[in-house]
T-cell receptor, first 119, second 110 residues
Framework: GAGVSQSPRYKVAKRGQDVALRCDPISGHVSLFWYQQALGQGPEFLTYFQNEAQLDKSGLPSDRFFAERPEGSVSTLKIQRTQQEDSAVYLC?????????????????FGPGTRLLVL | EDKVVQSPLSLVVHEGDTVTLNCSYEVTNFRSLLWYKQEKKAPTFLFMLTSSGIEKKSGRLSSILDKKELSSILNITATQTGDSAIYLCAVVERDDKIIFGKGTRLHILP
């Protein structure tokens, strides 16, 4: 079946522009995660949704980062007034288990990511 | 500060060699340790380890957790060029946090 998909795959933005990154999770998956992976680093947790509820946004690096999942399926990560340090691959993952304490981290499937370059 | 450290950061070997990748961790409340293979961009799941001393195997790959030493190893025997990738280790904590290491970049020469 279809896996997690993300779009666009590549995005070049000028510093100060706003960007929106889309994630389509596996159909029926209740949990959705966003990660930021800088060059040469491992993924860093940004935020977690259970259905449409954003239950953890502790990893968002600043108030320029905003994520939503209004209907409990597709999610959008928005970055306002992009800075060069925002350049990274943004990974989305989904799980059919609900709750980070219920094993959702351990059963997540990752998408191919969006590579964002801010000039 | 909680952390996950992988070593080596990069490794180049010849096809057919055996490699051992290391992951050590310092976390407050360990729940599980995960290994992923990352080719291009999407990490794909390899193993989940929760109990010390029990080896998990999948084909030429195997992994084991040592809770006393706060570490895990990932072994790949008879390596093939298709094993070239970044191998990520992540630790999940009981307070619902996940921490990834920086990964080991493995390159297999034909």
């Amino acid at each position: 079946g279809a896996g997690v998909s993300q779009s666009p795959r590549y995005k070049v933005a000028k510093r100060g522009q706003d960007v929106a990154l889309r994630c389509d999770p596996i159909s029926g998956h209740v949990s959705l995660f966003w990660y930021q992976q800088a060059l040469g680093q491992g993924p860093e947790f940004l935020t977690y949704f259970q259905n449409e509820a954003q239950l953890d946004k502790s990893g968002l690096p600043s108030d320029r980062f905003f994520a939503e999942r209004p209907e409990g399926s597709v999610s959008t990560l928005k970055i306002q007034r992009t800075q060069q340090e925002d350049s990274a691959v943004y990974l989305c993952a989904s799980s059919n288990l609900s709750g980070t304490s219920g094993g959702a981290f351990e059963t997540q499937y990752f998408g191919p990511g969006t590579r964002l370059l801010v000039l | 500060e909680d952390k996950v450290v992988q070593s080596p950061l990069s490794l180049v070997v010849h096809e057919g060699d055996t490699v051992t990748l290391n992951c050590s961790y310092e976390v407050t409340n360990f729940r599980s340790l995960l290994w992923y293979k990352q080719e291009k961009k999407a990490p794909t799941f390899l193993f989940m380890l929760t109990s010390s001393g029990i080896e998990k195997k999948s084909g030429r790959l195997s992994s084991i957790l040592d809770k006393k030493e706060l570490s895990s190893i990932l072994n790949i025997t008879a390596t093939q060029t298709g094993d070239s990738a970044i191998y990520l280790c992540a630790v999940v904590e009981r307070d619902d946090k996940i921490i990834f290491g920086k990964g080991t970049r493995l390159h297999i020469l034909p």
